[in-house]
């Protein structure tokens, strides 16, 4: 990769997405009860999961638009 650091748009969905994961996978062990009626409920879980993934997924654009202007650069 001849990217020097991660573009910001990356950073900026990419840690939100890989705590909603984090935060998901809490939810779905059982440990949501504690803090929340509306959190012991599976669904909410799953929401967090699925919110996470699209995040992930959306931090992955600014990555390879960098590289492909990294890439155009260099020719």
């Known amino acids: 990769m001849a990217l020097k650091s991660l573009p910001a748009g990356a950073w900026l969905m ?11 996978g809490v939810l779905l062990a059982g440990f ?3 803090l929340h009626p509306l959190l012991q409920e599976s669904g ?3 929401v967090l ?3 996470g993934v ?8 600014p990555l390879v638009l960098a590289e492909l202007a990294a890439k155009d650069e260099a020719q």
């Open 32 to 34: 949501g009860a504690e």
């Open 49 to 51: 999961l699925v919110s």
């Open 44 to 46: 909410a879980g799953l």
């Open 14 to 24: 990419g840690v939100p997405g890989l705590l909603c994961l984090l935060a998901g």
């Open 54 to 61: 699209a995040l992930v997924g959306s931090a992955a654009f």
